[in-house]
């Protein structure tokens, strides 16, 4: 799987959107791209994936730049109950078996 | 979503016992489950592959005969420690594929926090 690199920390205001970086630029072409957060003593909760397109739910969007080289994971709305690691993983298998979570970025939403 | 649920959530015990944690699928079937650990400050590690009736799969490092797995049952994985060390102190977490989702996500348990003393 390619490895992906994330900046440490990151700071949000609440109420402001969230922007938080990825870089895998070894993806190759079958691999996904997934997010998903640790919020503290808590096991992690899936965020979102996507392969190519530009991805969207109800927790957050996913953007993939053409060359898939890196990504941005986007919460619109940060709240304080955002505040987590996220962490961002290149996978090429079903998403399942091959989830290696690297550091992530803390991301503390302050009031 | 899909949801998986750990027991116990925190367990204390002495240097040698062994401690049981249960990991249960509660509105899906998981013929694979993956166990994972977490040191503070550091990041999950897989640990093992869990397969509802063969035996599981372990990550090189992992010493099976002291992490023992089963998978009785389509909605339940045991991780047992045994003989457990102080140094076997973690956060043990488990998790799932999700069911007709569709979407390749994982879901994770709350977590078991062990201590041993």
């Known amino acids: 799987d390619a490895k992906t690199t994330q900046p440490t920390s990151m700071d949000c205001a609440e109420g402001r959107a969230a922007n938080l970086p990825c870089n895998h630029s070894?993806?190759?072409?079958?691999?996904?791209v997934y997010w998903y957060r640790q919020i503290h003593s808590q096991g992690p909760q899936y965020i979102i994936h996507?392969?190519?397109n530009n991805e969207t739910n109800e927790m957050a969007s996913l953007i993939i730049t053409e060359d898939r080289k890196s990504s941005t994971l986007i919460l619109p709305h940060a709240t304080l109950r955002d505040t987590a690691v996220y962490y961002c993983?290149?996978?090429?298998?079903?998403?399942?078996?091959?989830?290696?979570f690297g550091k992530g970025t803390m991301l503390l939403v302050s009031p | 979503g899909a949801v998986v649920s750990q027991h116990p959530s925190r367990v204390i015990c002495k240097s040698g016992t062994s401690v049981k944690i249960e990991c249960r699928s509660l509105?899906?079937?998981?013929?694979?489950m993956f166990w994972y650990r977490q040191f503070p400050k550091q990041s999950l590690m897989l640990m093992a592959t869990?397969?509802?009736?063969?035996?599981?799969?372990?990550e090189q490092g992992v010493e099976k005969d002291k992490f023992l797995i089963n998978h009785a049952s389509l909605t339940l994985s045991t991780l047992t420690v045994t003989s457990a060390h102080p140094e076997d102190s973690s956060f043990y977490i488990c998790?799932?594929?999700?069911?007709?989702?569709?979407?390749?996500?994982?879901?994770f348990g709350e977590g078991s926090r062990l201590t041993v003393l």
């Open positions: 998790s799932a594929p999700g069911g007709d989702s569709g979407h390749g996500e994982l879901f």
């Open positions: 070894t993806i190759s072409g079958n691999e996904y």
């Open positions: 996507g392969l190519k």
């Open positions: 993983i290149v996978t090429s298998g079903s998403g399942y078996s091959t989830l290696t």
């Open positions: 509105d899906f079937q998981a013929t694979t």
């Open positions: 869990s397969n509802e009736g063969s035996k599981a799969t372990y």
